[in-house]
């Protein structure tokens, strides 16, 4: 914002404002948060806050309206869509300081959480008393639910389960205007408009979520996961529209092709079928009488599905190294390339076939690598595309290749992001899935929460200018040699 | 007016001043006219648009009545989850969003608002304008169409609508288990919604201390779910017939009072027992308690009005205001509903 007061100015007030404790001014922490999950895509704020209550935050946000200066909340910075990304002379506010669970209600299966509660904290909570928090992203052990409620965070269970949105209960939040609402309670029904709904995937676009009421499930009594390796994608597509077909109602449908089986093998030892293109996940679960007489039927449709083999796992070990082996795949594939972008379009489950054969058509004319892993069950691609930003246009190929699958999603009747939101990195490509009049009432409702436009500016919607590219996809702190991505 | 195709809607909400959207009429509080407005009809804007079993997903007008689609989605082993209720009053697929209406089905696998995806509408400006996907998961733009969901005609009128289907459990069983007073309920209800059965529905009555629980699954599966559940806590299984008729009776809202007026209200299992002594306090009322103890009916006799609520809730039939009990406001609220009716066609969220 050319408005804007000088970087140092704004240090000074804030640290007037906050006391300097909340306010990290050094350049080496500052570095942390150029970038989130996206790397690609890097800006330096002119102040990172760390607010320690709730009350700093609505001081912050306030200051931030009168004064025009925007803002961009943070939790882990885990985002894969650049929601996170700094405004260049903006300030980031962190919340990884809000980390308390402010109630466990056993009996009433609830949890109010502050914002930079990470999700399997939540679960770990309220195991003892035999609960789970259900969404679960594969960066779940990091990303916390400020971020999960800002961007409606996905997880491998979404067809049985939904996402983010479908757990939210309540939630107190602070906007852009300084206002701060409450949006439904501690019941699982509501009346009047869904505030809260709306709320949920806004993609720090309306304000912040302050304390979030979740919904806890039972933790299922019994699972049932097998392992199916095919020697097709091909294949493995057709089984899982068998299994869709014959009315079962999986917790979880995956799908990892060769390369990101190659990734999973050489990062966590995980042992996959020899020979097979893809290989293909179920999860059954529920009562142990439900589930066995599902698992009877799931049987007989993998074993008519042609596979290579068919691996059930036999224990609890043998179902959590199947999933160690999925949920690192991304990271996983890390390893094999300098860089790589995720793209999370969906397309009808029906078409899941054609799209991967496009994509991998669209790869071998690109000269570059992709590894696909998705959700299957609900038609959610994961297209991880290897470059090198080194090579001078390897970036540009990249995107270039994202943006045909993006485009490809779109016309086959789906979505240009499933869960990872638009965030930075898809809001060119927000227009081809809503025409004019549709973002102009997208822009209104964004108006309507926050008309000074200083909520995470430059984000979902297309235009703006373009932030700074890098062409070095490593995290400022992965280069200083602090996380690596496994 | 009835219009009878998306492009129809729009232009009559463009030719009047003030509108309010109505569909069948079965939640009556949402269809009363104020004076000035002209009710328009969903009647004729019905039909199943497109339905996609392998997909779970299906796009239907919005007046088209929920009857006809569960006939269509059971063709091929689908259902609408959440048991949209008034099915066989004639409810609409519209209505039900408009009321954000989900019957005893929604404790599995969650309500209305949790299966909506997508949905065309008219704006205060009659723009037909479309929000929301057509797939299973979709996180581009604002979750809008859940908005929608109990807005009651103020912020738009819904020409279409895309839902997510779920595969219908082979076989049902309903069980009626006792309590001895309230209190107990609340026990009973929260041992049977942590155990490890998966209920289907999680019910309660309230003219007497009786839990009602479903269970859904292959027929393999349920005997020893029954048999373990009764083995636990005092009370039988209800035969097919008796069951049938129970959840026609809560879905249709048959226990309530005919042509009194009928709210909801907004509990957690904990407050199940003020409920009562609530409704209690009230001569003639009747009702019941839903979605595990997380929402309480009642109904009053024709022209006796219900009492101030403790509870957040809303009105479906007889005259009073739209809200019950304590409201939240925000100037935000106000901010919505400008960027979506500027001209105030459609009623104020107070009206």
Same mark, same amino acid.
Request: charged letters at 20%; a neutral charge.
């Given at each position: 914002m050319s408005g804007s007061p000088d970087p140092a100015r704004i240090r000074a007030e804030l640290a007037a404002l906050l006391g300097p404790s909340s306010l990290l001014a050094d350049e080496a922490p500052l570095a942390a948060y150029e970038s989130d999950g996206l790397t690609a895509f890097a800006a330096r704020p002119a102040a990172v806050i760390a607010p320690r209550t709730a009350d700093e935050v609505i001081a912050t946000v306030r200051w931030c309206h009168r004064h025009g200066v925007p803002f961009v909340a943070r939790g882990s910075g885990t985002s894969l869509s650049g929601g996170a990304l700094p405004v260049s002379g903006g300030i980031v506010i962190t919340l990884n300081r809000l980390n308390r669970i402010l109630r466990l209600d056993p009996a009433e299966r609830i949890a109010v959480v502050e914002p930079g509660v990470v999700n399997l904290a939540v679960t770990q909570a309220a195991q003892p008393h035999g609960l789970h928090y259900a969404p679960d992203p594969s960066s779940q052990p990091v990303c916390t639910i400020g971020g999960n409620v800002a961007f409606n965070a996905g997880g491998? #269970?979404?067809?049985?389960? /939904?996402?983010t949105s479908n757990h939210v209960l309540g939630l107190k939040a602070v906007l852009a205007t300084g206002e701060v609402v409450e949006f439904g309670g501690a019941s699982r029904e509501q009346v009047g408009p869904d505030w809260m709904g709306l709320f949920v995937g806004n993609e720090g676009l309306f304000g912040i979520a302050l304390e979030v009421t979740l919904q806890l499930l039972p933790r299922a009594e019994c699972f049932h996961t097998v392992l199916a390796g095919y020697a097709t994608l091909e294949q493995a597509g057709d089984a899982v529209a068998a299994v869709i077909a014959s009315g079962l109602l999986p917790g979880a449908i995956e799908i990892m092709e060769q390369l990101a089986l190659q990734a999973a093998t050489a990062a966590v030892h995980a042992e996959y079928p020899p020979g097979c293109e893809a290989v293909l996940i179920v999860e059954l679960e529920g009562p142990r009488e439900v589930v066995a007489a599902d698992r009877l039927r799931l049987d007989a449709i993998l074993a008519a599905s042609r596979p290579v083999e068919v691996r059930p796992a036999r224990d609890g070990a043998e179902r959590l190294a199947i999933w160690k082996g999925r949920k690192s795949a991304f990271s996983a594939v890390g390893r094999l390339s300098p860089d790589f972008i995720v793209q999370d379009g969906v397309v009808p489950r029906r078409r899941l076939g054609e799209a991967l054969r496009r994509i991998q058509a669209w790869s071998r004319e690109a000269g570059l690598r992709c590894a696909n892993v998705f959700h299957a069950g609900d038609g959610n691609l994961h297209p991880l595309i290897l470059y090198d930003g080194r090579e001078p246009d390897g970036l540009r190929r990249a995107e270039e290749l994202a943006g045909r699958i993006l485009r490809m999603c779109v016309e086959m009747g !789906?979505?240009?992001? /499933?869960? #990872? /939101? $638009? !965030? $930075?990195?898809?809001r060119d490509y927000l227009p081809i899935m809503f025409p004019p009049e549709e973002l102009d009432l997208l822009r209104r409702v964004r108006a309507a929460f926050d008309p000074a436009g200083i909520a995470n500016p430059g984000k979902m919607f297309p235009a703006g200018a373009a932030p700074a590219l890098t062409h070095t996809g490593l995290h400022p702190l992965e280069r200083a040699g602090v996380i690596a991505r496994e | 007016m009835s219009p009878t195709t998306p492009e129809e809607l729009a232009a009559a909400v463009r030719a009047l001043p003030r509108v309010l959207p109505v569909g069948a009429g079965t939640k009556a509080r949402l269809a009363a006219v104020a004076p000035g407005v002209t009710p328009v009809s969903t009647?004729?804007?019905?039909?199943?648009v497109e339905y996609e079993p392998d997909e779970f997903t299906f796009t239907a007008r919005a007046g088209t009545p929920l009857a006809e689609l569960a006939a269509v989605l059971a063709e091929r082993g689908q259902y609408l989850p959440f048991d949209p209720p008034l099915a066989t009053a004639g409810a609409t697929l519209g209505g039900t969003v408009a009321a954000g209406l989900s019957g005893?089905?929604?404790?599995?696998?969650?309500?209305v608002r949790d299966f909506i995806l997508g949905a065309r509408f008219v704006d205060g400006e009659g723009r037909l304008l479309r929000v929301g996907g057509k797939v299973v998961k979709n996180a581009a733009g604002f979750d809008l169409p859940k908005f929608f969901v109990g807005s009651a005609g103020c912020c738009g009128v819904l020409a279409e609508l895309t839902f997510k289907v779920f595969p219908r459990p082979a076989a049902t069983r309903t069980l009626r288990l006792t309590a001895r007073d309230a209190a107990d309920q609340v026990r009973l209800l929260r041992v049977c919604a942590g155990g490890r059965w998966e209920l289907d529905a999680l019910e309660a009555a309230v003219d007497e201390p009786a839990v009602f629980v479903r269970l859904g699954a292959e027929e393999a599966a349920l005997g020893p779910l029954v048999a373990e559940l009764l083995g636990r806590f005092p009370g039988r299984e209800l035969v097919t017939a008796e069951a049938a008729e129970l959840w026609t009776t809560v879905t249709g809202f048959g226990w309530a009072h005919p042509g009194g007026a009928l709210a909801k209200v907004l509990l957690t299992s904990g407050e199940v027992p003020a409920f009562v002594t609530w409704v209690r306090a009230q001569a003639g009322a009747r009702a019941w308690i839903g979605a595990g103890g997380n929402a309480g009916y009642v109904s009053l006799p024709p022209a006796r009005p219900v009492a101030v609520s403790p509870w957040a809730g809303a009105l479906l039939r007889g005259n009073g205001p739209r809200w019950l009990g304590p409201r939240r406001t925000a100037a935000v609220m106000a901010a919505v509903k400008r960027a979506l009716d500027p001209a105030g066609r459609f009623p104020d969220f107070e009206d």
């Amino acid at each position: 914002m050319s408005g804007s007061p000088d970087p140092a100015r704004i240090r000074a007030e804030l640290a007037a404002l906050l006391g300097p404790s909340s306010l990290l001014a050094d350049e080496a922490p500052l570095a942390a948060y150029e970038s989130d999950g996206l790397t690609a895509f890097a800006a330096r704020p002119a102040a990172v806050i760390a607010p320690r209550t709730a009350d700093e935050v609505i001081a912050t946000v306030r200051w931030c309206h009168r004064h025009g200066v925007p803002f961009v909340a943070r939790g882990s910075g885990t985002s894969l869509s650049g929601g996170a990304l700094p405004v260049s002379g903006g300030i980031v506010i962190t919340l990884n300081r809000l980390n308390r669970i402010l109630r466990l209600d056993p009996a009433e299966r609830i949890a109010v959480v502050e914002p930079g509660v990470v999700n399997l904290a939540v679960t770990q909570a309220a195991q003892p008393h035999g609960l789970h928090y259900a969404p679960d992203p594969s960066s779940q052990p990091v990303c916390t639910i400020g971020g999960n409620v800002a961007f409606n965070a996905g997880g491998a #269970h979404c067809l049985k389960y /939904g996402m983010t949105s479908n757990h939210v209960l309540g939630l107190k939040a602070v906007l852009a205007t300084g206002e701060v609402v409450e949006f439904g309670g501690a019941s699982r029904e509501q009346v009047g408009p869904d505030w809260m709904g709306l709320f949920v995937g806004n993609e720090g676009l309306f304000g912040i979520a302050l304390e979030v009421t979740l919904q806890l499930l039972p933790r299922a009594e019994c699972f049932h996961t097998v392992l199916a390796g095919y020697a097709t994608l091909e294949q493995a597509g057709d089984a899982v529209a068998a299994v869709i077909a014959s009315g079962l109602l999986p917790g979880a449908i995956e799908i990892m092709e060769q390369l990101a089986l190659q990734a999973a093998t050489a990062a966590v030892h995980a042992e996959y079928p020899p020979g097979c293109e893809a290989v293909l996940i179920v999860e059954l679960e529920g009562p142990r009488e439900v589930v066995a007489a599902d698992r009877l039927r799931l049987d007989a449709i993998l074993a008519a599905s042609r596979p290579v083999e068919v691996r059930p796992a036999r224990d609890g070990a043998e179902r959590l190294a199947i999933w160690k082996g999925r949920k690192s795949a991304f990271s996983a594939v890390g390893r094999l390339s300098p860089d790589f972008i995720v793209q999370d379009g969906v397309v009808p489950r029906r078409r899941l076939g054609e799209a991967l054969r496009r994509i991998q058509a669209w790869s071998r004319e690109a000269g570059l690598r992709c590894a696909n892993v998705f959700h299957a069950g609900d038609g959610n691609l994961h297209p991880l595309i290897l470059y090198d930003g080194r090579e001078p246009d390897g970036l540009r190929r990249a995107e270039e290749l994202a943006g045909r699958i993006l485009r490809m999603c779109v016309e086959m009747g !789906g979505s240009i992001t /499933g869960e #990872h /939101g $638009v !965030g $930075v990195e898809k809001r060119d490509y927000l227009p081809i899935m809503f025409p004019p009049e549709e973002l102009d009432l997208l822009r209104r409702v964004r108006a309507a929460f926050d008309p000074a436009g200083i909520a995470n500016p430059g984000k979902m919607f297309p235009a703006g200018a373009a932030p700074a590219l890098t062409h070095t996809g490593l995290h400022p702190l992965e280069r200083a040699g602090v996380i690596a991505r496994e | 007016m009835s219009p009878t195709t998306p492009e129809e809607l729009a232009a009559a909400v463009r030719a009047l001043p003030r509108v309010l959207p109505v569909g069948a009429g079965t939640k009556a509080r949402l269809a009363a006219v104020a004076p000035g407005v002209t009710p328009v009809s969903t009647r004729a804007l019905r039909g199943i648009v497109e339905y996609e079993p392998d997909e779970f997903t299906f796009t239907a007008r919005a007046g088209t009545p929920l009857a006809e689609l569960a006939a269509v989605l059971a063709e091929r082993g689908q259902y609408l989850p959440f048991d949209p209720p008034l099915a066989t009053a004639g409810a609409t697929l519209g209505g039900t969003v408009a009321a954000g209406l989900s019957g005893p089905g929604r404790w599995r696998f969650g309500g209305v608002r949790d299966f909506i995806l997508g949905a065309r509408f008219v704006d205060g400006e009659g723009r037909l304008l479309r929000v929301g996907g057509k797939v299973v998961k979709n996180a581009a733009g604002f979750d809008l169409p859940k908005f929608f969901v109990g807005s009651a005609g103020c912020c738009g009128v819904l020409a279409e609508l895309t839902f997510k289907v779920f595969p219908r459990p082979a076989a049902t069983r309903t069980l009626r288990l006792t309590a001895r007073d309230a209190a107990d309920q609340v026990r009973l209800l929260r041992v049977c919604a942590g155990g490890r059965w998966e209920l289907d529905a999680l019910e309660a009555a309230v003219d007497e201390p009786a839990v009602f629980v479903r269970l859904g699954a292959e027929e393999a599966a349920l005997g020893p779910l029954v048999a373990e559940l009764l083995g636990r806590f005092p009370g039988r299984e209800l035969v097919t017939a008796e069951a049938a008729e129970l959840w026609t009776t809560v879905t249709g809202f048959g226990w309530a009072h005919p042509g009194g007026a009928l709210a909801k209200v907004l509990l957690t299992s904990g407050e199940v027992p003020a409920f009562v002594t609530w409704v209690r306090a009230q001569a003639g009322a009747r009702a019941w308690i839903g979605a595990g103890g997380n929402a309480g009916y009642v109904s009053l006799p024709p022209a006796r009005p219900v009492a101030v609520s403790p509870w957040a809730g809303a009105l479906l039939r007889g005259n009073g205001p739209r809200w019950l009990g304590p409201r939240r406001t925000a100037a935000v609220m106000a901010a919505v509903k400008r960027a979506l009716d500027p001209a105030g066609r459609f009623p104020d969220f107070e009206d």
